[in-house]
């Protein structure tokens, strides 16, 4: 059975209470903050656009989260926070885990986003473009030397990390993941740009898939329509015209993909006919974070709210050993939408899901005092004073708190 209005209800305000918290400050709405660093592989200071989840900055909260590294930043650091923080908090039904999003915004981008020197050899090319190219390798030692190091000591990073690149930032993507792949759990590769330097990366590529093995890592490949108008994708392959190079040259990396199944990859291309190459950015990323974690929804019936047996809070805590499985670090679920769906069954007097649902939150945040709070209402409704006064007292030892110490208060009047 799908879920009903009796769910949605209750997941609409949810979703009110821990939807998007984004800071607001001075009338404005502000989703990350300008950090930078001074770079000595690349000889330069470089700014870095960083956006932390639940309204965070760095180093103010206790959870972790994995982290995606965004190549061209400032062109893409909008849509792709609004994107993740969409799938992971919104709608009742999380997509994907919140992420922190690092972007790296360009200072010389055909210097650190392509892998060789070349001269001209591109049709769009001229000698002042092509001057500074071939930083690759100093970009991507920049990245795993000091960038990295410097984001996961100053914000709360989990072990678990995405490239995401678009043309020259989709070759920076190959390139790492040829020759560094360990670096990343996660690549998406997006209209890569892999004719450069007479398809060197394509064939080191191409070997690289054949030879090496890929377990535990992922990989998105998408292609635009860059074909000339007429042509469709038969057609292409058999052209010869410096024009449809770019797009051969994806089309030859995706069957190099395809042909090397047995190296463990997880691995998923798509063509975008209806997608240009400056277009094809934003659904790509969506595809790809869904593919990613395709595994992540835990889907609901209607028998999980209105079951009396207390299996929902054990199908929470399955499904989040599950992922923090797959994801290689611990995760849990979130203590605002425990707490709020333990009170929903609190309320119906369905006490047994209840207590289930509100000793999951106790186990999962110990920390926090408002979730001895519900604990110890759990108690009241139910009659048991003097296990509420045990949980009453553990979330003041923790916080001070009007409500829990009027509860308390009354408690022992009573027993007086």
Known sequence: MTITSLFQQILLLLIISVSFKAKAQDNQVVIGVIDSLQSKILGEQRKIWVYVPDGGGPSVISQQYPVVYLLDGDAHFYSVVGMIQQLSSVNGNTMCPKMIVVGIPNTDRTRDLTPTHVDVDLPFADSAFCKTSGGGENFIAFIEKELMPHIEAKYPTADYKMLIGHSFGGLTVMQTFVH??????AYVCIDPSMMWDNQKLLKQAQKALEAKKFEGK???????????E????SMVQKDTSADSEHIRSILTLQVAFEENKQNGLKYRGKYYPDDTHGSVPLISEYDA?????????LKFTMKDFTDSTGALANRYHNHFANLSQKMGYQMKPDEAEINYIGYDFLGRKMYKTAESLFKLNATNYP????VYTAYGDYFIAIGDKENATIQLKKALAIQEDEGSRKKLDEIEKANK
């Open 180 to 185: 560094h792949t360990d670096l990343f759990n």
């Open 218 to 228: 992922s990989l998105y490949l998408s292609i635009a329509n860059t074909m000339e």
């Open 230 to 233: 007429g042509m469709d994708l």
């Open 289 to 297: 974070l869904r593919f990613f974690f395709d595994y992540f929804p």
């Open 367 to 370: 920390e926090s005092f408002n």
